[in-house]
């Protein structure tokens, strides 16, 4: 099982970042996948998940309305949309495999 984050950076709050995780070594379309984030100092936390069909998304309580996770069963590819980025944003968001592999991360960075 391989993942590979990408689409983090430097931006500025208010902006928007999507991410891409690309997995391989699985049959991506059958398992339910995962974004999580750690921010310095803390725990890594869940962000957000997408069923198998990515007819269901669910989202931690205090992510919602900012974050979007889909994916694209074709490209073996999830995403996580977010908007109106804030400084406690900042963190390395990474994704996870239903199985529990996880990727090496992307750094997302929120500053002026």
């Known amino acids: 099982v391989q993942l590979a984050e990408s689409g983090g950076g430097l931006v500025q709050p208010g902006g928007s970042l999507r991410l891409s995780c690309v997995a391989s070594g699985f049959t991506f379309s059958s398992y339910e996948m995962y974004w999580y984030r750690q921010a310095p100092g803390k725990e890594r936390e869940l962000v957000a998940a997408i069923s198998s069909s990515g007819g269901s998304t669910d989202y931690a309580a205090s992510m919602k309305g900012r974050f979007t996770i889909s994916r694209d069963n074709a490209k073996n590819t999830v995403y996580l949309q977010i908007d109106s980025l804030k400084p406690e944003d900042t963190a390395v968001y990474y994704c996870?495999?239903?199985?529990?592999?996880w990727g090496q991360g992307t750094q997302v960075t929120v500053s002026s």
């Open positions: 996870r495999t239903q199985s529990g592999s």
